[in-house]
């Protein structure tokens, strides 16, 4: 180990141990109750105590008891209007994508224990749509979500009508060109060869250009802010919009990282568009929707700081995690081991306020979907994340590297996290921008209740035979092809699992186009899973 | 707006520091890697091979790294070849590293299965080969031909996986792949093994050459 390596080891460990002090010394200090300004930032004058939630009809959705008030929530009904446009582009592609993402993720798992299922054409072998699958469902799905949502979210955020959002709109055509070519590259054969970077590197100009707009608007909203206070989730959502073009340029820099090192940038690129980038607007977005729909400020403002921070920090050096074993030094591969243990400080840190503040408030999950699906996606965070950190080991890395319990990890945390948050996000936002209920709450609990049971079976039957096929993997006596047959049953119940999966999706995707065409019955009533009050219900 | 800016930038500082770790040091010290004197370049044609196991996606099944025995021992027990070396990468761009070992590890492939026959008949239809495996056939990297003209390289495919009738010739796009495979022989000795085996923690003796 050189010199130089060895002092930069030495602060990464410096900062994530001052990481962990300043932490035990927040709560200490008891830093949960106090300078709680800041997180009051996103009600208006007097709605504190008030659940701001559709689906939650037992409450008078609170209009104001003055005139100051009443000026503020219709000020806020402006701001939502403001940014209708460029969120209903954004969210409506992230629908299509999700639905297409799924298709091709469901026909992957039947391939994989159906191999003779569609091999006639070169365009449907296996190789070309589980990649397809990828990368609709991070870059259209995922991505576009996000960025749907945030852009929803600034003008709330900042209390004043979104500037620029005619950019947002042209970044989502962009953006959406940048999908279709991407992954027609990919269906014929012309992909760039390594995961998560399977876009031909000129196609991905236009993501970063899309992306680049996107943050547009949010520069000049910024600039036009009427807060004091920035909320912590407009923290990660500049973060994350400053990270994203920057990333992807990077790495897709052609031709400049050839061997052994292309895989460390490969690696160092993928988990950041994991922890840089989708991360941050998950997180970002149950800060502001738990607290919200709750009617309550999270519970200490500080440690969320802290929770940022930690995370920009460990998160950006865990990349490495994805090699180990590898033919790369072994420092680069401890740093990252190391910052992957670390990241249980910001995650502990967001389960403290994002679990405590529901704590006295569980009753709440029987009818509002929205934290529904927000808080069981910001629960899954957290044991998605810790079981990431264990992952990280090399005594429990070396089992499961190479198998299908990395792939039940991933949907872990791109699914159970991040698509539940997403699915939450959505159900609060469509009302306010179209001004119309979603008609059907049948169709609402169908959606939760089909993903939810899909994604158990997906994950579960993976885990365990991941970890099965780990172990036996590192034991020579065991011939290669019973460890491929050990495994099936669970490629078989992962299709049964993901087709009830993609049926959730067609409901939801169903019940989207619904409000977008403002079908079914007008109502004066949020819609609820339970009726809260006896109404009309179909 | 100073607030957010300043949030930017220091989001921004963070991931240079990041990129500097882990993107720019170990570029100046990989490349500063000796490339191993057996080690050839690839011929054109293994290169071509190469751009098909690209575009059919073969790396999400298969990866290309024998990890150190003393690491994860089944690797160089299942005759994957000894651990690998970033010299030995030194002609792959992009790198096939690979996550997934749906299929075995191909990094001594060629070793393994030196038959040019074999690696056609099982691409053609692994199952031909291989009772119960779940590999994808890959038909249309061959032709179906009643007869086969001068210069074609016919795959005998065991029945019943063959046509019913005329014969299946092989592809350039077939023959490539195949030449690839038979080109991922990496039993030379390294040259530069790493340091220390990745578990530096536990004993060195029980090293692999
Ligand atoms: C502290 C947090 C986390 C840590 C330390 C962590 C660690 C890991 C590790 C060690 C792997 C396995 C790499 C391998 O053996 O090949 C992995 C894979 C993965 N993780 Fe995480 N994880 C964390 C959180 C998350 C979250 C929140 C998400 C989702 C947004 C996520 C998504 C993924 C995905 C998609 C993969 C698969 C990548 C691939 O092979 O293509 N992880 N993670
Ligand atoms: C609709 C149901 C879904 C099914 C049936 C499904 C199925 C699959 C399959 C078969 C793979 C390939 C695994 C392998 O190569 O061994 C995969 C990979 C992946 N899927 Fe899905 N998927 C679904 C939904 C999603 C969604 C909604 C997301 C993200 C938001 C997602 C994210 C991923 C990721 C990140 C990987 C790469 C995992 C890795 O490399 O370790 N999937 N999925």
Redesign the pocket.
């Known amino acids: 180990m050189t010199p130089t390596i060895a002092i930069l080891l030495i602060i990464t460990f410096v900062l994530s141990t001052v990481g962990l002090l300043l932490l035990i010394w927040s709560i200490a200090n008891n830093q949960f109750s106090h300078g709680q300004a800041a997180a009051r930032t996103i009600f208006s004058p007097g709605e504190e105590g008030h659940s701001e939630d559709p689906a939650r009809a037992a409450d008078e959705p609170f209009t104001g008891d003055t005139s100051e008030q009443t000026a503020a929530i219709e000020a806020r009904w402006t701001a939502d209007q403001s940014s209708r446009t460029a969120v209903l582009t954004w969210l409506s592609s992230s629908v299509f994508w999700l639905l297409l993402g799924s298709f091709f993720g469901l026909a992957s798992s039947i391939k994989m224990h159906l191999p003779e299922f569609l091999t006639a054409s070169e365009f449907l072998t296996f190789g070309r749509i589980r990649p397809v699958h990828l990368n609709a469902v991070t870059y259209g799905w995922a991505s576009m979500a996000g960025i749907g949502v945030a852009l929803f979210l600034i003008p709330r955020l900042f209390k004043t009508p979104l500037v620029g959002g005619k950019y947002a709109v042209i970044g989502g055509f962009i953006w959406n060109i940048g999908l279709v070519l991407g992954l027609s590259a990919i269906t014929l054969g012309l992909s760039d060869g390594e995961?998560?970077l399977e876009f031909p590197w000129q196609i991905d100009i236009l993501f970063v250009v899309g992306g680049a707009l996107c943050a547009v608007p949010l520069l000049l909203t910024a600039a036009n802010r009427k807060v004091e206070h920035l909320y912590v989730t407009s923290w990660y959502l500049m973060a994350a919009l400053v990270w994203f073009p920057f990333l992807f340029l990077i790495a897709n820099l052609p031709f400049a990282f050839p061997g052994a090192s292309g895989a460390t940038v490969n690696w160092w690129f993928?988990h950041n568009v994991?922890g840089l980038w989708?991360?941050p607007i998950?997180i970002g977005i149950a800060y502001y929707m738990i607290p919200k729909i709750l009617g309550k400020p999270i519970i200490s403002y500080q440690l969320s700081l802290i929770g940022f921070w930690s995370l920009a920090l460990f998160y950006s050096q865990?990349g490495i995690?994805?090699l180990?074993g590898g033919p790369i030094p072994t420092w680069l591969v401890t740093l990252s081991i190391v910052h992957?243990v670390m990241?249980?400080i910001p995650?502990i840190t967001v389960a403290i306020n994002h679990h405590g503040t529901m704590i006295g408030n569980f009753s709440r999950l029987k009818d509002s979907p929205t934290l529904r699906f927000v808080w069981i996606g910001a629960l899954m965070?957290t044991v998605?994340?810790l079981q990431?950190?264990m992952?990280?080991l090399r005594s429990i890395?070396v089992i499961?590297?190479f198998t299908h319990y990395?792939v039940a990890?991933?949907h872990l945390?791109?699914y159970a996290?991040?698509s539940f948050i997403l699915f939450g996000a959505v159900y609060f936002i469509m009302p306010r921008l179209t001004n119309w209920e979603w008609p059907w709450r049948k169709l609402i609990s169908l959606h939760f209740w089909l993903v939810s049971i899909g994604i158990l079976i997906y994950v579960v039957s993976l885990t365990v035979a991941g970890w099965k096929q780990g172990v036996a993997l590192l034991d020579a006596a065991m011939p290669f092809m019973n460890i491929v047959k050990m495994t099936l049953p669970a490629l078989q119940a992962r299709t049964v699992g993901g087709a009830l999966m993609t049926l959730g999706h067609l409901v939801f995707a169903f019940h989207f186009i619904a409000m977008l065409m403002r079908s079914g019955a007008a109502t004066e009533q949020p819609t609820l899973f339970r009726p809260a009050t006896k109404e009309n219900a179909q | 707006m100073k607030r957010a800016l300043a949030i930017m930038v220091g989001a921004a500082l963070i991931l240079l520091l990041a990129t500097l770790t882990l993107v720019v040091m170990p570029y100046l010290q990989m490349s500063a890697e000796q490339v191993p004197p057996d080690l050839k370049p690839y011929t054109e044609q293994q290169q071509r091979g190469r751009q098909v196991y690209i575009a059919n996606g073969c790396v999400y099944c298969h990866s290309q790294q024998p990890r150190d025995p003393s690491f994860a021992p089944g690797d160089k027990d299942r005759g994957w070849g000894r651990p690998s070396v970033p010299g030995d990468y030194a002609y792959d761009e992009p790198h096939l590293l690979g996550?997934m070992r749906t299929g075995p590890d191909l990094f001594n492939i060629g070793a393994r299965q030196p038959s040019i026959d074999w690696q056609l008949m099982h691409l053609y239809n692994p199952r031909a080969i291989i009772k119960g495996s779940i590999m994808p056939s890959y038909p249309f990297l061959f032709r179906h031909v009643d007869e086969p003209a001068e210069g074609d390289k016919v795959v005998n495919i065991p029945p019943p996986y063959g046509p019913e009738t005329g014969t299946i010739v092989a592809t350039e796009d077939a023959l490539a792949l195949a030449e690839y495979m038979l080109a991922l022989d990496h039993t030379y000795p390294a040259p530069t093994l790493p340091k220390k085996p990745p578990n530096s923690d536990e004993p060195k003796e029980n090293r692999a050459p």
């Open positions: 995961e998560w993928a994991l989708v991360t998950g865990v995690h994805h180990i992957s990241m249980s995650v965070y998605a994340s990431g950190s992952e990280a890395n499961t590297h990395t990890h991933a945390g791109m996290f991040l | 996550t």
